[in-house]
């Protein structure tokens, strides 16, 4: 992402003219600022370089707006280059870089790991939509079964968006957008070779294979989750109505979420140098 913007961006009517480019950068800003900040009415809600004109509401202005209230001395819902509202915005995301638009015109998609693991991904329980909780939800990616502490890579070029946080009995996990697709790499120690705002490379070692506390499993794992980008948000829900279902059952996962299963099987045919 360039670290200027050449015009301003917000409200239509105080005279920002919205160039497409300038406004996919503040939403990425200000996308990365909701996540880091735990603020989720600073999310524009997309990355579409578009602002809607009145009498539509625009949620990257109320975004903007939002932002504002909380870090400058002034909401107007426009934000022009060099201004107080831009430099904060900088200062909450000073690492962000723009993620691949078509990571396939620009690096080859790899396997996770340089080897492909004993136990198949396609089968229970670490096949995507196994039953968890009784069947009262479903398994959300494909655990890839190795030895706590081995590498796992960037399946392609991309940018951390969130992490390492924690994620799943005493675990950590890194959520990368890769262009095509948003990853979550799961199940991951808290120590990473990357974190937030930091462009990855495919085939890069990003993290190491966590540990489980507190559950009997068969083997630590890589747990690994792909989403489309079709809609934004944080990547776990807590309602099943916001939920990805399958024959009634959810996720408990944003509603984008696919099954990562064919993927896997594509890239086990390229697996990236140990």
């Not at 990853?183 to 990473?192: F, H, M, P, V």
């Amino acid at each position: 992402m360039s670290s200027e913007i050449s015009a301003s961006v917000g409200r239509w009517e105080k005279g920002a003219p919205n160039l497409q480019d300038d406004v996919r950068t503040v939403q990425r800003l200000l996308k990365t600022a909701a996540e880091t900040l735990e603020a989720p009415e600073i999310d524009p809600k997309g990355v579409d370089g578009k602002i809607s004109r009145t009498p539509e509401t625009s949620d990257t202005v109320e975004a903007i707006e939002a932002f504002q209230s909380r870090f400058t001395s002034a909401v107007d819902g426009v934000v022009p280059p060099g201004s107080q509202t831009w430099t904060a915005l900088l200062g909450v995301a000073p690492n962000l870089r723009t993620a691949p638009e078509n990571v396939s015109d620009i690096s080859q998609w790899l396997f996770p790991f340089p080897t492909v693991p004993a136990k198949s991904w396609e089968e229970r329980p670490r096949a995507f939509a196994s039953p968890r909780a009784g069947g009262a939800r479903l398994h959300a990616g494909c655990d890839l079964y190795f030895p706590r502490g081995t590498p796992i890579y960037a399946i392609a070029d991309g940018v951390v968006t969130r992490g390492p946080y924690p994620f799943y009995c005493e675990t950590f996990a890194l959520e990368i957008d890769h262009g095509t697709f948003v990853a979550r790499y799961g199940e991951i120690q808290s120590k990473t070779e990357v974190i937030a705002g930091a462009r990855v490379k495919a085939g890069q070692k990003i993290a190491s294979v966590g540990h489980l506390v507190g559950i009997q499993v068969p083997s630590d794992m890589l747990h690994f989750e792909l989403y489309d980008k079709s809609v934004s948000g944080p990547l776990t829900v807590a309602s099943d109505s916001g939920s990805a279902m399958k024959n009634g059952v959810p996720f408990m996962r944003r509603k984008d979420l696919i099954d990562p299963t064919l993927k896997l099987n594509q890239w086990r045919e390229n697996l990236p140098p140990a």
